[in-house]
């Protein structure tokens, strides 16, 4: 490195100059080569067997460079695959930073950062062109969907538990985000349409891909706004009502893979008044039964539009169901 990068008088025409250097690496930094425009200036004599050739350019894969290293026996390694792990290192550094709260000193578990990985060269990969090269989809967000008092949330704290991924309650998270105890408070103070608006907003943070380019970030969990890989896999437990936003049902069918919790409503109606300390707006109807009856015609429909699977909920336990939906839907 000293010889090559500390004398500017060395001329890499000259190899006679080259003949007494033996590096065990070469580096290419330049974008000549980039798209095919112009050739890097690595001259043949430094392209040897046993030398490990890295070539910044990553567009096209197999550059000239890298090309001339293979026919002369050294070892070519590709740009693509140095800029993949340097913005994996970057974006391990981030998640790390992100989750601290969640995963404690131990740091996220394995499997979320293998799927993490995995993600980023998917997404990076088909942007660069590698996408025949990207390993096998990996699974992104479960969202659960239903009326209340169908067990999302407690199945969904089951489902992320089992998997080792994080839980994201959507009403707490609007509560949070409007600094409120509960939901019910926004919509008792300001109205559903302003609630359903607010709704929509931080389902499309947790969802939504960037404006530009491949469907690399979303904003992640805990209405943090550190950068997160899309497809990393979390479980999000919906508002009973987030599928009467058309906007928020695109969310959901595009960027989730959605399962419905279906309960017959007396079901419904027996888990709501064994839970009358919590709140709940009352958002149709004057009585509990009139309401779900209401709700369940209204909404049924749309939770079977966006839904991949559907779950009964008398199956068994919150556990059973969580393993149900793994092996569907494995994350």
Same mark, same amino acid.
């Given at each position: 490195?000293?010889?090559?990068?500390?004398?500017?008088?060395?001329?890499?025409?000259?190899?006679?100059?080259?003949?007494?250097?033996?590096?065990?690496?070469?580096?290419?930094?330049?974008?000549?080569?980039?798209?095919?425009?112009?050739?890097?200036?690595?001259?043949?004599?430094?392209?040897?067997?046993?030398?490990?050739?890295?070539?910044?350019?990553?567009?096209?894969?197999?550059?000239?460079?890298?090309?001339?290293?293979?026919?002369?026996?050294?070892?070519?390694?590709?740009?693509? +695959?140095?800029?993949?792990?340097?913005?994996?290192?970057?974006?391990?550094?981030?998640?790390?930073?992100?989750?601290?709260?969640?995963?404690?000193?131990?740091?996220?578990?394995?499997?979320?950062?293998? +799927?993490?990985?995995?993600?980023?060269?998917?997404?990076?990969?088909?942007?660069?062109?590698?996408?025949?090269?990207?390993?096998?989809?990996?699974?992104?967000? %479960?969202?659960?969907?239903?009326?209340?008092?169908?067990?999302?949330?407690?199945?969904?704290?089951?489902?992320?538990?089992?998997?080792?991924?994080?839980?994201?309650?959507?009403?707490?998270?609007?509560?949070?985000?409007?600094?409120?105890?509960?939901?019910?408070?926004? %919509?008792?103070?300001?109205?559903?349409?302003?609630?359903?608006?607010?709704?929509?907003?931080?389902?499309?943070?947790?969802?939504?891909?960037?404006?530009?380019?491949?469907?690399?970030?979303?904003?992640?969990?805990?209405?943090?706004?550190?950068?997160?890989? /899309?497809?990393?896999?979390?479980?999000?437990?919906?508002?009973?009502?987030?599928?009467?936003?058309?906007?928020?049902? +695109? /969310?959901?069918?595009?960027?989730?893979?959605?399962?419905?919790?279906?309960?017959?409503?007396?079901?419904?109606?027996?888990?709501?008044?064994?839970?009358?300390?919590?709140?709940?707006?009352?958002?149709?109807?004057?009585?509990?039964?009139?309401?779900?009856?209401?709700?369940?015609?209204?909404?049924?429909?749309?939770?079977?539009?966006?839904?991949?699977? %559907?779950?009964?909920?008398?199956?068994?336990?919150?556990?059973?169901?969580?393993?149900?939906?793994?092996?569907?839907?494995?994350?």
């Amino acid at each position: 490195a000293e010889a090559l990068g500390g004398d500017p008088a060395l001329d890499l025409s000259d190899e006679r100059a080259l003949a007494g250097l033996a590096p065990d690496v070469v580096v290419h930094t330049t974008p000549l080569g980039t798209d095919g425009e112009g050739r890097a200036p690595v001259p043949d004599a430094l392209l040897r067997p046993g030398v490990h050739v890295l070539d910044a350019v990553y567009r096209p894969r197999r550059t000239d460079l890298l090309e001339r290293a293979e026919a002369r026996g050294a070892t070519p390694v590709e740009g693509s +695959a140095w800029f993949l792990h340097q913005a994996w290192l970057q974006h391990l550094r981030l998640f790390a930073s992100a989750y601290a709260d969640s995963f404690g000193s131990a740091g996220p578990p394995p499997p979320l950062v293998e +799927a993490a990985h995995a993600s980023m060269e998917r997404a990076l990969g088909s942007w660069l062109g590698l996408a025949e090269d990207a390993p096998p989809a990996a699974g992104g967000p %479960i969202a659960l969907v239903g009326l209340r008092c169908s067990g999302k949330t407690t199945v969904g704290r089951a489902l992320a538990a089992a998997a080792g991924v994080p839980f994201v309650d959507l009403d707490d998270d609007v509560a949070r985000e409007a600094g409120v105890p509960h939901v019910a408070t926004i %919509i008792d103070r300001d109205g559903l349409a302003a609630f359903r608006a607010l709704e929509e907003r931080a389902l499309r943070r947790h969802l939504e891909a960037a404006p530009e380019g491949p469907p690399m970030v979303i904003s992640t969990p805990f209405a943090l706004s550190t950068p997160f890989v /899309l497809s990393t896999p979390f479980v999000l437990s919906t508002g009973g009502g987030a599928v009467e936003s058309a906007a928020s049902r +695109a /969310l959901l069918s595009e960027r989730a893979r959605c399962v419905w919790l279906r309960a017959p409503l007396d079901l419904l109606r027996s888990r709501r008044a064994a839970d009358a300390g919590t709140p709940r707006p009352t958002i149709a109807g004057d009585a509990d039964e009139d309401e779900f009856t209401a709700l369940d015609r209204r909404r049924a429909p749309l939770y079977r539009e966006v839904s991949r699977m %559907i779950l009964d909920v008398e199956a068994g336990t919150p556990d059973d169901l969580a393993d149900a939906v793994r092996r569907a839907l494995p994350l």
